[in-house]
Nanobody, 119 residues
Framework: QVQLVESGGGLVQPGGSLRLSCAASGRTFSSYTIMGWFCQAPGKERELVARFSWSSGNTYLADSVKARFTISGDYDKNTVYLQMDSLKPEDTAVYYC???????????WGQGTQVIVSS
C-alpha cells in the first residue's frame, strides 16, 4: 500500500510563497508512475494543479498557475514538491497530493494540506 504524506501548507500573504512536499512510502516499481497536486476550494470541485512523471521527468501545470508554480521530484526521497510563488487569494484551497499510473488514473491520495492566502 502506498502512503502519501503532505506538508508545507499554511497562511501566507498575497504575493508570498509556500513549498508543499509530498513524501511517498511503500512504493513498488509498478505502484505509480506519476504524482501530482490537486486543489479544492470550498464549494468547488477538486482540480489538477500540477503533475510530475517519474519515468520521463515531464511536468504539467494548469494554466492558472503555470507562471507561478513549479513541480519537481526527488527520486532518492520519493518526494514531490510544489513550489508556489506569487500566491493569490484565489489559490486558497486544500491541496491534495496524489499518485497513480498514467494510463489508469490516480490511485492514491494524501490527507490534504490547507493553504490560505490572505492579508
Amino acid at each position: 500500500q502506498v502512503q502519501l504524506v503532505e506538508s508545507g501548507g499554511g497562511l501566507v500573504q498575497p504575493g508570498g510563497s509556500l513549498r508543499l512536499s509530498c513524501a511517498a512510502s511503500g512504493r513498488t516499481f509498478s505502484s505509480y508512475t506519476i504524482m501530482g497536486w490537486f486543489c479544492q476550494a470550498p464549494g468547488k470541485e477538486r482540480e489538477l494543479v500540477a503533475r510530475f512523471s517519474w519515468s520521463s521527468g515531464n511536468t504539467y501545470l494548469a494554466d492558472s498557475v503555470k507562471a507561478r508554480f513549479t513541480i519537481s521530484g526527488d527520486y532518492d526521497k520519493n518526494t514531490v514538491y510544489l513550489q508556489m510563488d506569487s500566491l493569490k487569494p484565489e489559490d486558497t484551497a486544500v491541496y491534495y497530493c496524489a499518485a497513480g499510473i498514467q494510463s489508469v488514473g490516480w490511485r492514491y491520495w494524501g490527507q490534504g494540506t490547507q493553504v490560505i492566502v490572505s492579508s
